[in-house]
Nanobody, 125 residues
Framework: HVQLVESGGGSVQAGGSLRLSCKAS????????MGWFRQSPGKEREGVAG????????RYADSVKGRFTIAKDNVNHTLYLRMDSLKPEDTAMYFC???????????????????RGQGTQVTVS
């Protein structure tokens, strides 16, 4: 069983940056894909970024491409999301998620990964 705990959210002005962290603990060996999704009130959950933890390049939603960067520290079992050039429309609760199934390792499916954290709020004004 894997537990995910996010941190790093906060309030920032438009154009600013934040870095989110997601610490994984427990039996992490089967995890093959991790990612980030976000949700704001009244909107559908949106996959933001995904990463095959066994190799392969990162993937991003068009809405964040060129501004967000996903990366993983395998030694510390931590997933990061660096967010630059933030916009008010990036305001949302951000969640880290993980799955053992490679066939759903695509950004639109990240909100449906079976394991997720409690979320961290990002507010851009």
């Amino acid at each position: 069983h894997v537990q995910l705990v996010e941190s790093g959210g906060g309030s920032v002005q438009a154009g600013g940056s934040l870095r989110l962290s997601c610490k994984a603990s427990g039996y992490t060996y089967p995890i093959i894909c991790m990612g980030w999704f976000r949700q704001s009130p009244g909107k559908e959950r949106e996959g933001v970024a995904g990463l095959n933890t066994r190799g392969g390049g990162p993937r991003y939603a068009d809405s964040v491409k060129g501004r967000f960067t996903i990366a993983k520290d395998n030694v510390n079992h931590t997933l990061y999301l660096r967010m630059d050039s933030l916009k008010p429309e990036d305001t949302a609760m951000y969640f880290c998620a993980a799955t053992e199934y490679l066939d759903i390792c695509v950004v639109p499916y990240v909100p449906h990964f079976p394991t997720r954290g409690q979320g961290t709020q990002v507010t851009v004004s």
